[in-house]
């Protein structure tokens, strides 16, 4: 290809995944209050718009004309800096997901993904320790009592949970042998022998539970929300933004929700793979998308589910969990998965 | 047009090698593209938004009373041993990757160092929990909970 | 890429080991200081003897290096008589430092664990840095011991002065290392390798081909001279050391001192002496300007102090000039340098074993009054001190005395007649204040307050120091055996 397709198609493909990211988000939020409405016993948003759908725009609209306070005590600069800090990585992060199978146009093959990186597992892990940056900064720039505090556990809880979501990215790659989500991906592909049982790599039972867990945590979301308990600090590291400064944070917050089901999707759950029933084209990159979606929201739902579901943790639980329970797990699995595809693929280590 | 000059540029350096710093193209552009909506959209906030400010409104928040002091600066040193942790760890994941993705090469032996190295690892976990580092409920580690459970007996 | 070789790494390992074991047995099994001392004890003299089995290896088989990386062409360790008894010598060292400051051990309660298991740490990274025939693999070792000698040296936490040497230790260390490592990395540009050996090593470009601009490497070497002219506080590197020692957990200085000079003069030897010999007539002179100035300010300085430890530190500066004068002679010193290193250590440890005996296991300071009398008090102990201070002013039938011919003799043999003048004047006004302790102890009153004291010290520090003074007085008397040892010890 040319210097001018690749600038084209990279253009083409930024800009349908951030279009793609925006309205998604719009999306989730109207399904995450209806879905936890309805676990609730409640009705939910449903005057804007046909089944409330438009509430999400409207509450965007709103957050544009309400007045972004500034406090006194704010350093500036890094203050205005950390809701950008937020969004950004969150936006890069899904740069490297396949969301469907690659398809033709004219002899030149295009990726469904914004780029594939053979470094894909370890630039998600380094953007989603960025992340951590935005929560410090709000909070310390902030000159108030409780983002302070709100940053530091954060900072806190995002790292010790990192550290298990790395771990539990281990087995995987042993048994992938990349990091690239594209070849993950395509490895997932086909069946487990004769079985109809598709050959999804969460057969890594415990690396999918403990990443999955381990995402909730890194999003900050319930039950790991100790980021913003409301009953303790208030809203935490956002304490003091308002107008469209907060909405940026809620923007990258539920982006991120999407970007965690995508990457567990991709990563476990065969990624776009899913029966096309023949159908041939254009459904054979049609469904493949619609499988993706599919899945990423279902996993979105098992985010609001546990939302509704579970009370909050205490802080010493959480980080004891963090620390106490999934990181040695992880590395027990990582051992027993270590010897298990060893063998598998070399022989027992005496013959 | 520049830009598209310099893509080939990028590209033509790396001809040959499977990987090309064009791969890394779209990134470069989403990190504009976001850094550019977010200023956008917050100076059209900051435009068409209302700006009233009054003392109050400007006072760090404390729950609509008048602070009395300033936030804490100094925090529990556990705060620094869990980020000293999450270095250990780190470092040890990314060592762990790059064995991971080429295991088979490695042998048996590979694995061997592996097992030695995260075992190494694993000791400071047990001892910096054994040492009760990772104790963050205060009543429960050795010595406070004497003190708390005498006085909660003295109490009595 | 699957054979490794055991042997040449077999004390690291051990050393490792030892120390993981001990800090588990500490908090998942609750077992106290005996159980330290019998695995830090086992650890020790397992590794001690690992090195009589290279020595053996290296008799039949010759010396050897060891490889790895692509193709095995990247040399990381080397196993030749120079780095057995180096190691050997760190070991030793280490071990009797580590038993003289004992009684500290006790008194850190669950923390003791970890001043051991750091103490065994430090020992495995110098014994890196000895062994190393790779600069990074020297630089790895030179980090392992010097952040396990910070926290050692802060251990004693609640003493302000513990703190400050630990601060000032670790901004002034890492410091150095930095600058050790740009001169790695200078190096690297200017040789395209960071090997000592092999065929694509320090040496084999040297051999195949002169370098038209010396200034990178030049350079290079400077900056490397200085990281370790640090490490074994050499002047006008040496600020550090007399606040390091005077405020550092006084069980915990032996090994700071020893150690550290028997691993840097190691480096220095191998990164001079071997890697950069092609360019000897350059390195040699700033060496030799080093040398004369520490000696002359480490002597001087001594003279001023009213510190016992500090007066130590600066003489420990002297006696650093005295080991870079044997130095200026390229390999052929190395036999001189090594007999200094091997008996001035145990001079140093014996001695911080006292001032840790006399100003206690925690330390602080140790004025010179409290030395007053020392031969009433308890005759022993002033016994030993004499014996130690007449070996470190180079008093005939000692083992400073055959050090400091062998030293001098290297100097003057490689044309650095001045040097030797220097530091024979130097040591002579050095006599002052080695003697004038003597002096304090046997034809002084001890302080009215102190007359009565018992001097109580505990068996293990006693064990130690006898090792020491044996030492010293033995290799005075009867050099031979160490000297044909040293001899034997060149670098490959």
């Known amino acids: 290809m040319t210097g001018w397709e690749i600038f084209l198609t990279a253009a083409i493909k930024t800009v349908a995944a951030f279009a793609f990211l925006l309205t998604l988000t719009i999306i989730l939020v109207w399904f995450e209050r209806k879905t936890v409405a309805d676990l609730q016993n409640r009705i939910g948003p449903n005057r804007a718009g046909p089944w409330g759908l438009l509430q999400t725009v409207a509450d965007g609209a709103k957050l544009l004309f309400k007045e972004s306070v500034t406090p006194r005590k704010v350093e500036f600069g890094l203050y205005i800096a950390a809701p950008v800090a937020a969004l950004v990585p969150a936006l890069l992060i899904f740069l490297v997901v396949p969301i469907g199978r690659p398809f033709h146009i ?172 023949g159908l041939g084209a254009p459904f054979d990159w049609v469904l493949p998308i619609f499988w993706f979606l599919a899945k990423s929201m279902a996993l979105v739902f098992v985010f609001v589910w546990v939302r509704a579901t579970l009370p909050r943790m205490r802080y010493d639980q959480l980080m004891s969990f963090g620390w106490k329970r999934l990181i040695p797990v992880s590395l027990l699995w990582i051992a027993l998965s270590t010897l298990a595809i060893g063998v598998r693929r070399m022989g027992l280590p005496w013959t | 047009m520049n830009l ?135 009543a429960r580690r050795g010595r406070n909970r004497r003190i708390v459970v005498d006085s909660l007996e003295d109490a009595a | 890429m699957n054979e490794i070789a055991f042997l040449p790494i077999a004390a690291e390992i051990l050393l490792l080991g030892g120390a993981v074991l001990i800090l588990m047995a500490a908090v998942t099994l609750n077992l106290g200081p005996r159980t330290w001392a019998i695995i830090a004890g086992t650890t020790l003299g397992l590794s001690f003897l690992v090195a009589w089995v290279q020595w053996w290896r290296i008799d039949d088989v010759g010396s050897q290096i060891h490889y790895t990386g692509d193709f095995l062409r990247t040399p990381m360790v080397v196993m030749d008589y120079f ?115 092999g065929p694509t090593g320090i040496v084999a470009f040297f051999a195949e081909r002169a370098i038209t601009e010396p200034g990178v490497l030049l350079i290079g070497i400077a900056l490397m001279i200085v990281g370790l002219g640090f490490k074994v506080s050499a002047a006008p590197f040496h600020q550090w050391a007399p606040d390091v020692y005077q405020g550092a957990p006084g069980a915990a200085v032996p090994l700071m001192a020893s150690g550290v000079k028997i691993a840097g003069f190691a480096a220095m030897a191998r990164v001079l002496t071997v890697a950069f010999d092609a360019s000897i007539s350059d390195w040699a002179q700033v060496i030799s300007a080093l040398a004369a100035l520490s000696v002359v300010v480490g002597t001087l300085f ?59 296991a925690a330390g602080g300071a140790s004025p010179l009054d409290s030395y007053r009398g020392l031969a009433k008090r308890s005759p022993v102990l002033a016994g030993a001190l004499a014996v130690l201070m007449l070996a470190m002013g180079g008093i005939p039938l000692t083992a400073g005395f055959v050090g400091k011919v062998g030293v001098f003799a290297a100097a003057i043999d490689a044309g650095y007649l001045w040097l030797a003048i220097v530091g024979l004047v130097s040591a002579v006004a050095g006599l002052f204040f080695y003697l004038r302790l003597i002096v304090l102890a046997y034809f002084n009153d001890p302080d009215p307050a102190l007359a009565d004291e018992p001097i109580t010290a505990p068996r293990s520090s006693r064990l130690a120091l006898a090792v020491c003074v044996s030492f010293t007085f033995l290799f005075g008397v009867l050099p031979w055996p160490l000297l044909n040892l040293t001899s034997e010890a060149l670098p490959l």
């Open chain 1, 106 to 277: 004219g002899d030149r093959l295009i990726d469904l993904s914004g780029t594939d990186l053979n470094i894909g597992l370890l630039y998600i892990l380094a953007l989603s320790s960025l992340a951590v940056y935005a929560v410090v900064l709000a909070g310390w720039s902030s000159g108030s009592k409780y983002p302070l505090l709100g940053a530091v556990r954060a900072s806190a809880q995002m790292i010790s949970y990192e550290a298990a979501m790395g771990l539990a990215l281990v087995p995987l790659i042993l048994f992938t042998g990349t990091t690239s989500l594209k070849q993950i991906v395509e490895i997932q592909g086909g069946s487990f022998g004769d079985t109809f049982l598709p050959a999804w790599n969460v057969v890594l039972i415990p690396s999918f539970l403990i990443f999955f867990i381990a995402g909730i945590a890194e999003t900050n979301r319930a039950p790991f929300d100790l980021v913003e308990a409301e009953s303790e600090i208030v809203g935490g590291y956002h304490t003091e933004y308002s107008g469209f400064r907060f909405a940026m944070f809620f923007l990258a917050e539920y982006i991120n929700i999407f970007n965690i089901a995508a990457i567990t999707v991709t990563l476990f759950l065969g990624g776009w793979h899913g029966p096309t029933f």
């Open chain 2, 4 to 138: 598209i000059l310099a893509t080939g540029f990028l590209v033509s350096r790396c001809e040959g090698s499977r990987v090309t710093l064009a791969d890394y193209l779209p990134i470069g552009m989403m990190l504009v593209f976001g850094i550019g909506f977010a200023t956008v959209i917050m100076w059209l906030s900051w435009r068409i938004a209302p700006n009233n400010p009054t003392p109050e409104k400007l006072a760090p928040y404390e729950c609509g009373i008048v602070p009395l002091q300033e936030p804490v600066q100094r925090f529990p040193v556990k705060f620094y041993i869990v980020a000293m942790l999450f270095v250990i760890f780190d470092v040890e994941l990314v060592f762990l990757f790059a064995w991971a993705v080429r295991f088979e090469s490695f042998g048996w032996a590979g694995i061997g160092a592996m097992g030695i190295f995260v075992i190494l690892l694993l000791e400071t976990l047990v001892y910096v929990w054994k040492r009760g580092a990772l104790d963050w409920n205060v």
């Open chain 3, 83 to 197: 780095s057995v008894f180096g190691g050997g010598l760190v070991i030793a060292a280490g071990g009797i430092a580590l038993l003289g400051g004992w009684r500290l051990v006790g008194s850190l309660e669950k923390r003791g664990a970890e001043y051991v298991a750091l103490v065994l740490l430090a020992v495995a990274g110098l014994h890196i840095m000895v062994i190393s025939a790779n600069l990074i693999l020297m630089f790895i070792g030179l980090e392992t011991a010097s952040i396990a000698l910070y926290v050692v040296a802060g251990f004693t936490r609640d003493r302000p002065d513990s703190d400050e040497a630990a601060i000032k230790y670790f901004l002034l260390g890492s410091f150095a290392s930095a600058l050790f490592l740009y001169g790695i990395a200078l190096t690297y540009a200017a040789t395209g390798s960071t090997s000592i050996y």
């Open chain 3, 302 to 360: 001594a003279i001023a102090q009213s510190d016992f430890k500090r007066m130590l530190a600066y003489s420990g500066v002297a006696h650093a000039g005295f080991m870079l004068t044997a130095l200026v002679a390229g390999q052929s010193g190395v036999p001189g340098l090594w007999f200094y290193l091997g008996t001035y250590a145990f001079q140093l440890i014996g001695t911080f074993i006292i001032a840790s005996i006399i100003s206690g």
